[in-house]
T-cell receptor
Framework: GENVEQHPSTLSVQEGDSAVIKCTYSDSASNYFPWYKQELGKRPQLIID?????GEKKDQRIAVTLNKTAKHFSLHITETQPEDSAVYFC???????????FGAGTTVTVRA | EAQVTQNPRYLITVTGKKLTVTCSQN?????MSWYRQDPGLGLRQIYYSMNVEVTDKGDVPEGYKVSRKEKRNFPLILESPSPNQTSLYFC????????????FGQGTRLTVV
């Protein structure tokens, strides 16, 4: 089955700096890669996703890049703010499957 | 409002006492699943269901049961809970195969003593 690895497990950044989280996946048939954000005490919620026919996608201060050859994808957060502090999960999914395989999560702390 | 609702939010129980965590969605989603979240291990899938009366094991199914008698409901049953099932549990639903957003419930914090 799919194995998703996520690094780093924790990340502390100064407010205004950028944060980058990296994930690798094992199943070459995976073609959908969402990112979920989980604030403290809350449920995970989708913040951005990318499909395999696209190399990069941006939404305001967040962006995701995908390298299908190397089987890795990354989340980039620019101009970090205190409300970006949360746990972030990457995931991978095949188009003919319902199952989402999640990474172990990255705890991001934005220092004021 | 589109949502996934879990109950209870918090539960403390004793070893061996059967319990059920309910999950309901109002989005007519076909796919529902249960995850447990433990520090450093991310979200691990327990069971999933592709439609009414269709369920299957996820990655960590031992000690759990599920049922899907109606499309909207997907309860998680612990027949004989043990302390290693102390965890944060999430129910999630999505509308179709691949490339669709998963909507999560609020979570259930379970402690087994």
């Amino acid at each position: 089955g799919e194995n998703v690895e996520q690094h780093p497990s924790t990340l502390s950044v100064q407010e205004g700096d950028s944060a980058v989280i990296k994930c690798t996946y094992s199943d070459s048939a995976s073609n959908y890669f969402p990112w979920y954000k989980q604030e403290l005490g809350k449920r995970p919620q989708l913040i951005i996703d990318i499909r395999s026919n696209v190399g990069e996608k941006k939404d305001q201060r967040i962006a995701v890049t995908l390298n299908k050859t190397a089987k890795h994808f990354s989340l980039h957060i620019t101009e970090t703010q205190p409300e970006d502090s949360a746990v972030y999960f990457c995931a991978a999914q095949r188009s003919n499957d319902y199952k989402l395989s999640f990474g172990a999560g990255t705890t991001v702390t934005v220092r004021a | 409002e589109a949502q996934v609702t879990q109950n209870p939010r918090y539960l403390i129980t004793v070893t061996g006492k059967k319990l059920t965590v309910t999950c309901s969605q109002n989005m007519n989603h076909e796919y529902m699943s249960w995850y447990r979240q433990d520090p450093g291990l991310g979200l691990r899938q327990i069971y999933y269901s592709m439609n009414v009366e269709v369920t299957d094991k996820g990655d960590v199914p031992e000690g759990y049961k599920v049922s899907r008698k109606e499309k909207r409901n997907f309860p998680l049953i612990l027949e004989s809970p043990s302390p290693n099932q102390t965890s944060l549990y999430f129910c999630a639903s999505s509308s179709g195969l691949g490339n669709t957003e998963a909507f999560f419930g609020q979570g259930t914090r379970l402690t087994v003593v």
